[in-house]
């Protein structure tokens, strides 16, 4: 069971690549690379997250992390922010430049992957979606580090119109 599970999250992150690559490979000419990418995207489903935190979500170090966020900074496509809370915290955040490149390049890996899965059936993509909570679930009361981990806070949505998000 934990083998079938391993390869199957392997394969997941196997098809985000894929697919990303692959969305974003002529219409859009690389405008954003698979790293930037998952930054953004990570930024738009937990917003104001502090470097410290994001840096644990993808699982990078927070040196690595830095480099990359100072050059979207440059690009104005991330913005740094204090915490009003906790002004030693620094919280990153997408700028309106960040959420127009970010949705470009959704609509173009949305659409290949409508193209992809148009054979899912609706009641498996549900079964999936099922299935990913019940892991996320088991990671939030398992966390693997002395911090403890970001999962997925936020559910897969699938909408009723037959449309997936």
Same mark, same amino acid.
């Given at each position: 069971?934990?083998?079938?599970?391993?390869?199957?999250?392997?394969?997941?992150?196997?098809?985000?690549?894929?697919?990303?690559?692959?969305?974003?490979?002529?219409?859009?000419?690389?405008?954003?690379?698979?790293?930037?990418?998952? !930054?953004?995207?990570?930024? +738009?489903?937990?917003?104001?997250?502090?470097?410290?935190? %994001?840096?644990? *979500?993808?699982?990078?170090? $927070?040196?690595?992390?830095?480099?990359?966020?100072?050059?979207?900074?440059?690009?104005?496509?991330?913005?740094?922010?204090?915490?009003?809370?906790?002004?030693?915290?620094?919280?990153?955040?997408?700028?309106?430049k960040g959420n127009e490149?970010?949705?470009?390049?959704k609509k173009q890996v !949305?659409?290949?992957?409508? +193209?992809?899965?148009?054979r899912i059936k609706r009641?498996? %993509?549900?079964? *999936?979606?099922?299935?990913? $909570?019940?892991?996320?679930?088991?990671?939030?009361?398992?966390?693997?580090?002395?911090?403890?981990?970001?999962?997925?806070?936020?559910?897969?949505?699938?909408?009723?119109?037959?449309?997936?998000?």
């Amino acid at each position: 069971m934990q083998e079938d599970l391993f390869q199957m999250l392997t394969l997941l992150a196997s098809f985000h690549r894929n697919l990303h690559a692959e969305a974003v490979q002529n219409p859009m000419k690389k405008e954003i690379n698979y790293q930037r990418f998952t !930054i953004l995207s990570c930024l +738009n489903l937990f917003p104001e997250h502090s470097m410290k935190e %994001l840096s644990r *979500l993808l699982g990078v170090s $927070s040196s690595s992390l830095s480099i990359i966020i100072d050059s979207l900074k440059k690009e104005d496509v991330v913005a740094r922010k204090t915490d009003p809370g906790d002004r030693r915290r620094v919280m990153l955040e997408l700028t309106p430049k960040g959420n127009e490149l970010l949705e470009r390049c959704k609509k173009q890996v !949305i659409r290949k992957l409508k +193209n992809w899965t148009g054979r899912i059936k609706r009641e498996d %993509l549900r079964e *999936l979606e099922k299935a990913i $909570s019940v892991v996320n679930e088991i990671f939030l009361e398992n966390p693997v580090s002395p911090e403890g981990s970001i999962a997925l806070r936020r559910p897969v949505l699938i909408k009723d119109k037959g449309t997936t998000k």
